[in-house]
């Protein structure tokens, strides 16, 4: 088990937050909607917090997965690399780390599924009264692209925490302490092409309108 997360998180830093399934719909016609309205300001404030926790705390750096890419490619940035350097600065032991590390990931978690629910109230199927806007579908996507660095931040951690003090992960399993990250990051997935697909209907609703 420990072996397939080790495994997965190469191939994973591969693609650094393929979470991010949907691309922003391009806005085609005319912003209109000035007001945002209460469900809306609420994920963007909710939007907005997450992000900025993310860096804050050296979880992310909200970069595109281009621009990581190339910086790992270029020999010039490692996953989690700041991250880890915090961590580790004033000599922790192992099982500190992997406190500071669990915790962590609860903590990322935990934003992550009250973003989610803010965002899912914007979905037709959860009785929205309105589609989302192209900022609604922009602002979850950036959500993903920090919560997708975080979630590699945390499995390189104990990745080299494993590499330093081989008996560290013995009474942990990586997998199973990032199971709640992995699970808030699949809905979040599944919510941002829900909203990208309600933001797209009503686009296209508008584009088949008749011209007088």
Sequence with gaps: MLRRFFVGLAV???????????VAVLETVAETEIQLSKPQSELHKATAAFCETS???RWASGESNFSTLMKIWGGTNEI??????HLT????T???????VSFDVTRAAGHLNDVNALAQALLPSHGADRKPRNADVR???RVLIHAGQARETFAASFLKLKQTD????????????LKPLDESLELARLIADGLAAARMSEVLALLEEPTS
Excluded at 12 to 22: E, K, Q, Y
Excluded at 80 to 85: D, F, R, V
Excluded at 94 to 100: A, D, G, K, M, R
Excluded at 166 to 176: F, G, K, T
């Design 80 to 85: 989690g690399e700041e991250y880890w350097t």
């Design 89 to 92: 600065a004033f000599e922790p």
């Design 166 to 177: 081989r008996a560290a992960l013995e009474d942990i399993n990586p997998v199973e302490v």
């Design 139 to 141: 602002e979850f996507e």
């Design 55 to 57: 860096r804050d705390s």
């Design 12 to 22: 994973g830093s591969a693609f650094l937050s393929s979470g991010c399934a949907t």
């Design 94 to 100: 192992s099982s500190e780390i992997v406190e500071q």
